[in-house]
């Protein structure tokens, strides 16, 4: 079963083995931060369980503040280009690779807003120790 903090772990990773020197915020700050830096949050959470699995869709979100909150144009403009090619047709999260659905970005308030939306299957369970003996043996008279 993969977890929302595995997805966030998987994609902020991904961030700084793209961006080494870009600081990745881990607490949602107004004010007062470096610059450049991105914060990611998990947005849209959908699960849809079934019986022995679960649909779940989100969009990851991005936010790239970039280095002067003044001039930023052209900067946000490249960050964008090189997110949605790091960020192009699949995600690797944990033991599998995830195809990513679509991608967005919009400028909100001079910061750039990246959203990866996804969906994927997964076991309906976490995965625990049964209450019950396991059996051993099995004898089948035909």
Known sequence: MLTYKQIVRAVTNQLIDKFPDIEIQASDVEEGFQRPSFYVILDDIERDTRKNYSIVSMTIRIYFFPSNRY??????????????????LIMSLEDRVITINRTSSMVVDKVLEFGIELEYHDSAFAQQEPNTEVMQELKLNV
């Open 71 to 88: 001039e930023y144009a052209l900067e946000v403009l490249d960050m964008q280009f090189q997110l949605e090619q790091l960020f192009n």
